[in-house]
């Protein structure tokens, strides 16, 4: 249950004067939120920017384009005249050093007159300008009397805004929060605190939002740094407790004696890698340990992570348990299957699918089977965690792409076995020094190096105005006899403005039919599964030697023969996408192209990915450029990227904070795992207010 002291903090924000359904709706957006936003979310919405109202110049020697605070008295008004609305109310006011010109366009009736009464003095706060060689002030931000003056914040904070919510609104909204905020009692040790200079969270908030220096905003300054201390402390701790609840009891041990997986390897076509059986190794001794497994296998696209996943599983076959793997999409877990299928038949090891398209009979058989004990390994979706899926003895769960999945959804699939082994095989290269705030205290093992044999990339940008050359060389490459992808994104086309220039894939794959006729083929995620699949299977045969794809294919999907990738509208894509896509070329023996196709003009961003993308196929400098890229405005964690989501901490400012948040968090494991006492309710507050409280219910109540 939460603590009863947040419940102000967890009011929506429409309880605030001001916010109404209107305003909701914005807030919604702004906030990133489906539902009506509370106001702990307002207040960790964190400004942009300030304003510096503390220059109080004369009229005479105000600066323009600088922002003033002016003491004026007001002398006449000039209304918009009858008829036209577009012309400005204007008021004149002045000073003994000059005059100034307050400008007003569209404002309703009355409402400037009572703003700015003739014959009084005004203080008026706005950014100066010349306009024909007079002072002139373009609706000024603030216009307060002399009480008004005691209250007026010397330094404003600017919020990042959302079209049709004014400053103003979330500055009233959020002045009204900060009254709400209780007394929070100190989740952080006084170690930390001392060591970090932190400040409480309650100063943290009111300084960020009510700056009293230009600095108190910035994200290295400690008001900033408290809260992102505290949203990575609130995460590494929710993770430990999942861990902690993860402890294997004493004396299971899940590996067997290697004759199973001596035949897998023997079956497979070619040597492991050294990393590959660096890796096999370390999974192996993890599983014969009688401690629970939480293992990274990292590697990039196409770095053989499929058959070490498949060694995992066959140890604990050979000890005569369950494994399950777990993939995020359909074609992915047939993809999966596909590559063990010949290599588990060679060994005698019982493998099935189970998907959202497994139904009735079929389905039910393989239910039955998996209870039975007859099934060694599983391949499947989220159809996985259904409850209705028993297992005999589940040992280890392979999560694949496990960004993708929720905590909730990592631990339904582990709890249908007794302290169940977890592997998580990530395509997604992370640097080092954020592994920790995603996975948490996890081993890692990394594929670094790419099966012998690989060609690598050349990867080319061409502008879209070149497209009917670009077509002309795919028509060439398809007579050689190349298999070629060609991507399009995934936005339909709409009648809005700016994205009219996006290919639809069904478009682009008509236009190409009418050139190349049946060697064209479509696949995209609003096929049925058995569609996609029949299109991926002729393109694997040869049948089909131009692909059009959506992303569906950015992740797993194997057809080593494809030598040709073309991205249409590349500028649209992330770095990490553009490098998944790409890995689904270069995978067999020939050389291989990938053509960036970009609509122009490109802005810097764009221009600086593609540029990356085309330097170099190493998948973890692409990782870091891309977070180096995403630095400024798009924090890691947006919907975009679908990494769990982290707000307020910026890994390239915070980053040394990372590794002192997940030592408070397992001191706090060591000292007090159920949270309990005063600083366990402390510790809770926190888990509710950056939303890691999930993990809550595994420990019960305080
Ligand atoms: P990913 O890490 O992207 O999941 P996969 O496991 O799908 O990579 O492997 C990609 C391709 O490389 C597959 O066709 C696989 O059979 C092949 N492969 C895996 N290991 C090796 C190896 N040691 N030598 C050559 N090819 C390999
Ligand atoms: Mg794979």
Known sequence: ?????????????????????????????????????????????????????????????????????????????????????????????????GDVMLTYFRAQPGYVEKLLPVGEKRYVSGTAQMFDGTLQIVHPDRVVDETGLAKLPQIDAVYPLTEGLAIGSIRRAMVQALTKLPDLPEWISPEVLQR????????????VHEPQELTDILPQEKFWSRLAFDELFAGQLALALVRAQLRRPAGIRNAGNGKLRSKIIDAFPYALT??????????????????????LLQGDVGSGKTVVALLAATAVAEAGKQSALMAPTEILARQHLKTIMPLAEAAGLNVAILTGREKGKERKDILARLEAGE???????????????????????????????????????????????VLVLSATPIP????????????????????????????????????????????????????????????????????????????????????????VGLVHGQMKGTDKDDVMAQFAAGDIQLLVATTVVEVGVDVPQATVMVIENAERF????????????????????????????????????????????????????????????????????????????RPEIHGQLIAQARDEALRVMQDNPRLTGERGEALRCLLYLYERDEALPLIGAG
């Open 1 to 97: 249950m939460r603590p009863a002291l947040l419940n102000p903090l967890f009011a929506p924000v429409t309880s605030l004067q001001g916010v109404g359904p209107k305003q909701d709706k914005l807030f919604r957006y702004l906030l990133d939120r489906e539902q009506t936003p509370r106001l702990v979310d307002l207040l960790l919405h964190l400004p942009s920017s300030v304003i510096d109202r503390r220059a109080r110049p004369t009229i005479r020697d105000a600066v323009p384009g600088t922002v003033v605070t002016l003491e004026v008295t007001v002398d006449r008004h000039r209304p918009s005249p009858p008829g036209r609305s577009k012309a400005p109310h204007v008021v004149y006011a002045s000073d003994n050093t």
């Open 196 to 207: 970090c200079s932190f400040p409480s969270i309650g100063e943290a908030l009111h300084r």
């Open 274 to 295: 050294a990393s590959q059986q660096e890796a096999a190794k370390a999974i192996a001794d993890d599983l014969s340990k009688p401690i629970r497994m939480l293992r």
């Open 375 to 421: 099934i060694d390994l599983i391949v499947g979706t989220h159809a996985l965690i259904q409850d209705d899926v028993i297992f005999r003895s589940l040992a280890l769960a392979i999560v694949d792409e496990q960004h993708r999945f929720g905590v909730r959804e990592r631990l339904a699939l582990t709890e249908k076995g007794e302290a169940v082994d």
């Open 432 to 519: 080092r020094t954020l592994v920790l705030t995603y996975f948490g205290d996890m081993d890692i093992s990394e594929l670094r190096e790419k099966p012998a044999g690989r060609q690598p990339i050349d990867t080319r940008a061409v502008p879209k105005s070149r497209i009917a050359e670009t077509v002309d060389a795919i028509g060439r490459a398809i007579d050689s006899g190349k298999r070629v992808y060609w991507i399009c994104p995934l936005v339909e086309e709409t009648e809005s403005e700016g994205i009219e220039h996006l290919t639809n894939a069904t478009k682009r794959f008509e236009t190409l039919q009418k050139r190349f006729g049946s060697r």
């Open 574 to 649: 992330g770095l990490a996408q553009l490098h998944q896509l790409r890995g689904r070329i270069g995978r067999g023996s020939e050389a291989s192209t990938c053509i960036l196709l970009y609509h122009e003009p490109l802005n810097e961003t764009a221009t600086a990915r593609l540029k990356v993308i085309r330097e170099t196929n190493d998948g973890f400098r692409i990782a870091e450029e891309d977070l180096r890229l995403r630095g400024e405005g798009e924090v890691l964690g947006t919907r975009q990227s679908g990494l769990p989501g982290y707000k307020i901490a």
